[in-house]
């Protein structure tokens, strides 16, 4: 937690010298949706435990300020939902009921994207990098039993979890320009550096997601 929180003070102080070092440069509001190839890598491997990666949503409200011509500084509020499937045998069950089925684990974080942008010279192209600080609102599984005895329902476990996490972040993109505004279509990668947490449950959990996302931009 202690190199979340010094990663975060590093992160902030450098986002305010580039904000007053641009003051008089007015933001330009966009919004995004899109979806992507999200899983939890996991530390520890476990026989009759294979977890796989699960499509899923992300939305963001985000600003972006400019530097320089051609490259600019992207910030906002991003909603991402993260998680795996896997199958299991009666041993690896991780409702301990001990039957063979099904677990979906579902991670809902809120992060702040600070990513810088670099537009391609004489192209629409434009690349993407930066690190993105992430807030876990809510952690909870649910399994499926072979057996045909249903469900566990959901079950929450955000308490046993880090609720802080930070991942590096990489991508491209292009604009279309539509009038005075710009729709962008992004490809980004997000690999998560910090473990979820050590627990029973999250074995080491660390987060990636693969996302696809359209935007626009005011």
């Known amino acids: 937690m202690t190199r979340v929180t010094h990663m975060t003070r590093l992160l902030l102080c450098v986002f ?3 904000i007053a070092s641009n003051a008089s440069a007015a933001p330009r509001l966009g919004v995004e949706v899109g979806g992507g190839t999200v899983w939890l890598s996991e530390a520890l491997a476990f026989v009759g435990r294979e977890p796989t ?3 899923d949503f992300n939305c963001a409200a985000t600003a972006e300020l400019d530097l320089k011509p051609g490259s600019s500084l992207i910030t906002g509020l991003r909603y991402s939902r993260l998680g795996n499937d896997f199958d299991h045998d009666g ?8 039957k063979p089925g099904s677990t979906t684990n579902l991670h809902q974080y809120l992060g702040v994207p600070v990513l810088f942008r670099w537009d391609v010279p004489g192209d629409s192209v434009f690349l993407l990098g930066g690190t993105e600080l992430l807030y876990l609102m809510k952690a909870a599984s649910e399994s499926e039993y072979d057996d045909g005895s249903g ?4 079950i929450e476990y955000t ?6 996490n930070m991942t590096l972040v990489g991508g491209m993109g292009t604009a279309f320009s539509v009038g005075s505004h710009s729709l962008e279509v992004t490809v980004r990668y997000s690999h998560g550096m910090l473990k979820s947490n050590d627990n029973d449950r999250s074995l080491g959990w660390k987060t990636r997601e693969f996302a696809l996302t359209l935007g626009f931009r005011l």
């Open 53 to 55: 990666w699960r499509l």
């Open 151 to 154: 469900s566990t329902g959901e």
């Open 159 to 164: 308490d046993e979890m880090n609720r802080f």
């Open 16 to 18: 305010v010298l580039i």
């Open 91 to 98: 041993s690896t069950d991780p409702s301990g009921q001990g």
